[in-house]
T-cell receptor
Framework: GENVEQHPSTLSVQEGDSAVIKCTYS??????FPWYKQELGKRPQLIID?????GEKKDQRIAVTLNKTAKHFSLHITETQPEDSAVYFC????????????????FGEGTQLTVNP | SQTIHQWPATLVQPVGSPLSLECTVE??????LYWYRQAAGRGLQLLFY??????ISSEVPQNLSASRPQDRQFILSSKKLLLSDSGFYLC???????????????FGEGSWLTVV
């Protein structure tokens, strides 16, 4: 099955700096790569995603890049703010061959991001 | 719009007691449904997923089971809880169709289970 590795496990930055979190996946058939943000005690929430036919996607201060050849993807947060502090999860998904197959996400272990004021 | 409800929000149960967590989705039909477990605030482990009524796939062997009695209802159960079952349980859904690649998964608010 799919295996997703995420680095670093913890990341501390100063407010205003950039933060980068990297993930690698094992199954070349994976074709969907979402990123989730989870604040303490709350559910993970989708912040950005990318599909395999795109190399980069941006949404304001957040961007994701995908290198299918190398099987890795990264989350970039610019101009970090204290409210960006949370655990971030990457994930990879394969869609089944049938419409009834569904799709399943395999998650990385998470990165605890701390933005210091 | 679609919403997902999960209950109870918190639960303290003794070892050996039964468990039932329930999840319902509104505003969509034929969703994929999932149960995830998260221990110590990190690592989301997929426990079960379902693509239709009565269709359950288990990802890991354990003393938990899942059922889908209705299209938008998903239940996580155990006959006898273990200490190791403690954790944060998350129900989730995704659209069954609409994209040629994997679909976004949306999580419920979670249930904190403490086995004592």
């Amino acid at each position: 099955g799919e295996n997703v590795e995420q680095h670093p496990s913890t990341l501390s930055v100063q407010e205003g700096d950039s933060a980068v979190i990297k993930c690698t996946y094992s199954d070349s058939a994976s074709n969907y790569f979402p990123w989730y943000k989870q604040e303490l005690g709350k559910r993970p929430q989708l912040i950005i995603d990318i599909r395999s036919n795109v190399g980069e996607k941006k949404d304001q201060r957040i961007a994701v890049t995908l290198n299918k050849t190398a099987k890795h993807f990264s989350l970039h947060i610019t101009e970090t703010q204290p409210e960006d502090s949370a655990v971030y999860f990457c994930a990879a998904s394969i869609r089944g061959p049938l419409e009834t197959s569904g799709s399943r996400l395999t998650f990385g272990e998470g990165t605890q991001l701390t933005v210091n004021p | 719009s679609q919403t997902i409800h999960q209950w109870p929000a918190t639960l303290v149960q003794p070892v050996g007691s039964p468990l039932s967590l329930e999840c319902t989705v509104e505003g969509t039909s034929n969703p994929n449904l999932y149960w995830y477990r998260q221990a110590a605030g990190r690592g989301l482990q997929l426990l079960f997923y379902s693509v239709g009524i009565g269709q359950i796939s288990s990802e890991v062997p354990q003393n938990l089971s899942a059922s889908r009695p209705q299209d938008r209802q998903f239940i996580l159960s155990s006959k006898k809880l273990l200490l190791s079952d403690s954790g944060f349980y998350l129900c989730a859904w995704s659209p069954l169709t609409g994209a040629v690649s994997g679909n976004t998964i949306y999580f419920g608010e979670g249930s904190w289970l403490t086995v004592v």
